[in-house]
């Protein structure tokens, strides 16, 4: 299910509407009182809201204009304005609103940044990790002021746009995750943000299908972003990635950093130490200061430590040096722990789940299976697989390929949720490995349910799409339910018979 679009006030004019997006204006009343407030759902309008009628694969928001009139809004953006007969709301009319939406964006953003003369934007894009990145840059910038950042999974055309709007004056920085599944959509959406600080991530296979290639073609779709950066912004990229590190022949950015666990990286770990499922010490050396800083990184995984480099390089490319404790300051108060992104799961029977069911790809399961590795010496190992979605021709042989992977975790059991993952465990099963193949996600969560035992440390990955947070409700329910932050239990009912035969 999609993040709901946050409500904003930005002011919006039909005269300043029109001057964005080039559209024309069909009425005007009373020389256009400012709608504050910009939204594309008729159901969230509000008096005095600007409307833009945007058309979807499965919606066209022209068909809600007489309930986003119902509801009160001043203003609305159409693509066809014969339809509106009342007198009582200004009009604008254009030639996409979609494209609209975004130049609307890009305004809002330019007046923003001429209201404070410090405001940063930072674009973060990447094959693996650009959420926990932005989830860092902005619990660091917090720390300094005002920040505004991505919610949820908002980072498309529709999203960054919505997001934008949001912006305020109390805002000194703001912080936008920047995703990809159509060719082009990077740099359309750099040209509206307009960022001072672009951070690819890396460069993996992820939505291969969306943009029809392979690596190559995604670095090159993830290099817009750097392609859009102007003289006087900063480039932050991974330096252990000779794909990601390629893109900077394309920028005009004139300030790089990188990061990495390579000796050259500007932002270099060269220290983790993983004391449990609470996160790690991270020590990291910035090699042009000759200076190291460490910190307890409240999350699992190398993937993450390197997360935790790329935030800090991008942040201190803005506010200069942070020193250790007021980093950690940031982090204790200000970092939010998205779900199903690596999130720890005490159960009362003893075992802990890795829940990373929000998304995979070759990458992000390399790495979860790494992070599983580390955390699960001394214990039994379990893997929860799900597909791995949109890698066209690639998906098979990828799916393949993670075989080794999952021996090298030390998995002592593997349990696949059907399609493709099947594929990952004949790998694991040649090499002698347990595994149990569920016909699909809801025949896996039973499985894992009936298989895993008190004191195992199970990892669920899969896409978005296979929905394997079922595999994770399942096991809580089958532990006992969940061990709280704070010591204190809360203990689930199993389901009956009944219950389970209605899933």
């Known amino acids: ?35 504050l407030g ?85 674009a973060i894009t990447g094959s693996v990790g650009k959420t926990t990145t932005k989830e860092l840059c902005a619990a660091l910038l917090r720390e300094i002021d005002g920040c505004h950042a991505t919610e949820g999974n908002l980072n498309n055309l529709v999203g960054v746009p919505a997001m934008a709007f949001g912006l305020e004056a109390r805002h000194r920085f703001g912080v936008f995750e920047v995703g990809m599944s159509e060719p082009g959509e990077i740099a359309r959406l750099a040209t509206i943000l ?12 992820a939505h291969a299908q969306g943009v029809g290639g392979g690596r190559d073609v995604v670095a090159r779709e993830k290099g817009d972003l750097f392609a859009a950066l102007l003289t006087d912004s900063t480039a932050i990229v991974c330096f252990d990635d000779p794909a990601a590190m390629a893109q900077l022949a394309r920028t005009r950015a004139r300030r790089v950093a990188t990061f990495g666990l390579k000796e050259g990286a ?15 010490k991270v020590r990291i050396f910035r090699r042009r200061e000759a200076s190291e800083v460490s910190v307890h990184l409240p999350i699992l995984g190398e993937a993450a430590a390197l997360d935790l480099a790329a935030a800090l390089a991008a942040v201190e490319s803005v506010t200069g040096l942070l020193d250790a404790d007021r980093i950690t300051s940031a982090l204790r108060k200000h970092l939010r722990s998205p779900p199903g992104r690596m999130q720890v799961r005490r159960l009362l029977s003893g075992t802990a789940v890795l829940d990373d069911a929000y998304n995979a790809n070759p990458q992000s399961v390399r790495a979860a299976l790494r992070t599983l590795g580390e955390v699960g010496q001394g214990r039994r190992v379990v893997v929860v697989l799900g597909e791995m979605r949109e890698l066209g021709d ?12 999952i021996v090298a975790s030390g998995a002592g059991l593997a349990v696949s949720c059907g ?81 389970e035969g209605a899933h």
Do not use: C
């Not at 001057?19 to 256009?32: F, P, Q």
């Not at 307009?194 to 296979?205: F, H, Q, R, W």
């Not at 595994?435 to 004191?455: I, M, P």
């Not at 329910?477 to 969940?482: H, I, L, T």
């Open 394 to 405: 690639l998906a098979a042989e990828e799916h393949s390929a993670l075989g080794s992977a």
């Open 419 to 499: 399609g493709l993952a099947d594929l990952a465990l004949q790998g694991a099963e040649r090499a002698g490995m347990t595994v149990a193949r569920g016909r699909d996600v809801a025949d896996a969560a039973k499985l894992a349910a009936a298989l895993v035992a008190g004191g195992d440390v199970v990892l669920v990955k899969a896409s978005r799409g296979v929905g394997a947070e079922t595999v994770v409700e399942a096991l809580v329910r089958a532990g006992g339910g969940e061990v709280g932050s704070d010591g204190t239990s809360t203990a689930l009912p199993r389901r009956g018979r009944d219950s």
């Open 1 to 35: 299910m999609g993040t709901p679009i946050p409500a904003n006030i930005a002011p919006l004019t039909a005269w300043s509407a029109a001057a964005a997006t080039g559209g024309r204006i069909v009425r005007v009343r009373d020389d256009g009182e400012a709608a």
């Open 266 to 280: 500007d932002y270099r770990i060269v220290e983790r130490a993983v004391p449990g499922f609470d996160g790690s």
């Open 194 to 205: 307009e960022p001072e600080v672009g951070v690819i991530t890396n460069v993996g296979i």
């Open 38 to 122: 910009i939204t594309s759902d008729s159901r969230a309008v509000l008096p005095g809201n600007a409307f833009v009628a945007l058309r979807g694969e499965r919606y066209d928001g022209h068909d809600f204009l007489p309930s986003a009139l119902e509801s009160g809004a001043r203003l609305l953006i159409v693509e066809d304005a014969r339809a509106i007969s009342t007198s009582s709301v200004d009009v604008v009319e254009v030639d996409d609103t979609l494209t609209a939406w975004g130049d609307l964006a890009r305004a809002h953003l330019r007046g923003w940044r001429r209201e404070s003369r410090d405001s940063r934007i930072f």
